[in-house]
C-alpha cells in the first residue's frame, strides 16, 4: 500500500494545525515562557510590538499564512517587531527539520530572512538539493552552509525552542503571539484583518499606558 | 456519565490498534505513567494535530515517566493507517466493538458516537491522577500534561 502522507486535511490544504488550545479566560492566553530577546531571529524596531510565530516550514497552514505575514508586517511599518522560531513536526513533515536547519545556518551566515522567503516560495518542495541551491541562490558559501546543517548545536537549539513553544502553548502551527500573549484568533486560516486588529488593539493599549 | 475523576480506579482493558494488542495494565509494568489520550476520530484535523504534538513531545514525557496511548472508536485498519501516515510510533487503540466500550468506562463516550477530546494520566498503580476533557474542536496541548507529570514528580 503506498503511504497516505501528507494527514488528509494538510492534502486538501485544509489547514489543520491551527487548532488552538481552552483559552482558559480566568488566566487570559498563555504566555511566552521565554521572551523575544536578541538570540531571536527578528524584523523590526526592538522598541516595537512583539509578534512571534511558531512555524514549520513544511506545514501547509504555514505556507498559506506566510503572505497574510507579510501583508500584515507591510501594513505596519516600523510598529511591529517580527520573530519567527522553529517548531517543526518532524513525524508529519519529513523535511521541516532540514528546513528549519537551512534558515539557522543561512542565519549564520547573514541570511535568515532571505531563507526564510524562499524556504516558504510557492514552487513546491522542500529536498535536500533544492535546500542547497537556495542557499547557492543567496550566495552562501556551501561549505560552511553544509557543516552548519550537520552542527549538532544547531539541531539542539531546535529542539529546546520547540519544548520552550510547547511549555508556552504552542499545541500546532501556524500559533502566534502579540506582546507574548497567544493569539486566540478564528479556528481556520489566518486572516489579515482580524491579526491586523488585533495588533492594532495592542499598540492602541501601549499608546494609552 | 461524567468523565472518571482525579482518584478513581483506571479500568483496565485490552484494545488492538496500530501496533497490536495492547493491555494497559501491561503498561503499566513498563513505564510510571500512563497517558491516556481519547479523541473523537482518526484524521479529522484537530485529532490529527494533536496526536502529531504528542509524537513531537514523546521524548519529554518519556523523561517525566510517562507514555502516550491514544484512542478512539475506529478501527484497527483505520488506526494503522492514521500512524502511518503521521509517523505516529505511540499505540493508537480502537475501541471498536463493542463500539466506545472502553471510552464508556472512562465516562468519555459521546451521545454522537465518538469519544470526547478527554485525557487521563493513570500512574503504576492503576489510579487516575489526572483528568481532563477538552472542548471537542480546541487541541488541549501538551503543556497541561507536561505540568500534571511534573507536579507528580514533585510529590513523588
Redesign the interface.
Known sequence: MADVTPPLDCARGVPCDRDRGDPEPAEGPPRLKRPVSDDDWSRGPAGAVSLVEYLDYQCPACQAAHPVVERVLASLPDRVRFVVRHFPIVSAHPQAQRAALAAEAAGRQGKFWEMHQRLFAPRGALQEDQLLSYAGELGLDLARFGADMADEGLAAKIRREKVLGVRSGVNGTPTFYIAEARYEGETGPLREEELKAAILAELDRNQRH | MAALPVSAKAPDFELDGSSGRVRLSDLLKETQYVILAFFPAS????C???L??Y???KD?FARLGARVVAISVDSKYVQQ?FA??????FPVLADFHPKGAVAEQYGVMRGDGRAERALFIVDSKGIVRYSYV??I????????L?EALEQMKAEA
Do not use: I, Y
Open positions: 484524521f479529522s484535523s484537530v490529527t494535530s494533536e502529531n504534538l509524537q513531537e513531545v519529554e493507517a502511518k501516515a503521521n509517523g505516529l510510533t477538552s472542548e474542536a480546541k487541541n488541549p496541548g501538551a503543556d497541561r507536561l
